[in-house]
C-alpha cells in the first residue's frame, strides 16, 4: 500500500481552502432571498430552494446566453485543436526558411498585453463587419501563441522513426499527420481544450467591447446584468455561476490525467 506523502498534510486544506468559495457559491444558489440577506450571513441555508434557477431559466434570456456561450466555446477549440495543431506540427517537423525566426516572432506575441491590441482589434473587426455578433466573440479565439508552442513542444517529445515507418508505408505528410501523430498528441489536446474552453468560456472583457445586443451576449455578460451599484440580485446570480462553472468542471475532470502526461512530454514542468 503506497503511503501518504508528508505534503499531503499542507496540500489537503489548501485544497479546501480554495474549494471554500466553489461550496459557499452553491449553497448560496439554494437559498431564499431571506437567509442571503440577513446579516450575519448565513453559511448553511435554512430552507432549500429553486427559486434562483427557475429565475435564470424562466424569467431571463440565460438559456439564449447558455446557447451562445457554447457557440462561441465550441468554435474556439475546434479552431485551435485544428489550427494550433497544424501550426505546431510544421514548426516542430518541417524544415523551412526562417522556421526558428518565425516562431521566435510567434512567441514575443504572448509578451503583448491583450489590452493594447483591442482598438486595433476593434477597428479591424469593424472594417469586417463582425462588430456586434458572435464572430466577434468567436475569432479572436480561433488560435493562440500558447497553443501552438504547446503542441510543438509535444510533437517534438514523439520519436521520428513513427513518421519515418509511415512515410515508407507511402504515407503523405498530412497523412503520417492525421493517423500516426495527431492519436499520439491525445494528451497535450485535451490539454489544450480544457485551456481554450477556459479561457473562450470565462471571457468578458472583449465581449463587452465588441458586443451590445442583448441577443448574442455571452453567459459572462449576462450575469454581469444580475449585478447593479444598488441592487444585486444573488440568488440568481450564484444560480447562474453554478450552471456556468459545471461545464468547466466536467472537462477538467474528464481530461485531468493527460495533464501529467502532457507537462512531462512537452517540456512545461514548473
Not at 81 to 101: K, Q, T, W
Not at 179 to 199: C, S
Not at 228 to 242: C, D, I, K, P
Request: proline share 6%; charged share 10%; net charge neutral.
Amino acid at each position: 500500500m503506497r503511503r501518504p506523502h508528508l505534503a499531503h498534510l499542507f496540500l489537503m486544506p489548501l485544497a479546501l481552502l480554495f474549494a471554500a468559495p466553489l461550496v459557499w457559491m452553491t449553497l448560496t444558489a439554494f437559498m431564499p432571498d431571506a437567509d442571503i440577506n440577513s446579516y450575519p450571513p448565513k453559511l448553511w441555508p435554512e430552507h432549500f430552494t429553486l427559486g434562483g434557477f427557475t429565475r435564470i431559466f424562466t424569467e431571463d434570456d440565460y438559456p439564449r446566453w447558455l446557447a451562445n456561450t457554447v457557440l462561441v466555446a465550441f468554435g474556439a477549440v475546434a479552431g485551435h485543436v485544428v489550427l494550433c495543431s497544424l501550426a505546431g506540427y510544421g514548426f516542430a517537423r518541417i524544415p523551412f526558411r526562417g522556421r526558428a525566426l518565425a516562431f521566435g516572432a510567434l512567441m514575443a506575441t504572448i509578451m503583448i498585453p491583450a489590452q493594447v491590441l483591442m482598438i486595433p482589434t476593434f477597428l479591424l473587426f469593424r472594417n469586417l463587419g463582425l462588430i456586434d455578433t458572435l464572430g466577434a466573440a468567436v475569432v479572436p479565439w480561433l488560435a493562440s501563441a500558447f497553443g501552438v508552442f504547446l503542441m510543438r513542444q509535444f510533437f517534438l517529445s514523439l520519436p521520428r522513426e513513427l513518421e519515418e515507418a509511415a512515410v515508407i508505408d507511402g504515407c503523405s505528410r498530412l497523412g503520417v499527420f492525421f493517423r500516426v501523430v495527431l492519436p499520439l498528441a491525445r494528451p497535450a489536446l485535451a490539454t489544450l481544450v480544457v485551456f481554450t474552453l477556459l479561457g473562450a468560456w470565462n471571457d468578458l472583457l472583449w465581449p463587452l467591447i465588441a458586443i451590445s445586443s442583448e441577443d448574442v451576449y455571452t453567459l459572462q455578460m449576462g450575469l454581469a446584468t444580475f449585478a447593479g451599484a444598488r441592487h444585486t440580485e444573488w440568488s440568481a446570480l450564484m444560480a447562474g455561476n453554478v450552471v456556468a462553472v459545471l461545464p468547466l468542471v466536467a472537462a477538467f475532470v474528464l481530461a485531468q490525467r493527460h495533464f501529467v502526461a502532457t507537462m512531462s512530454f512537452s517540456g512545461l514542468k514548473g
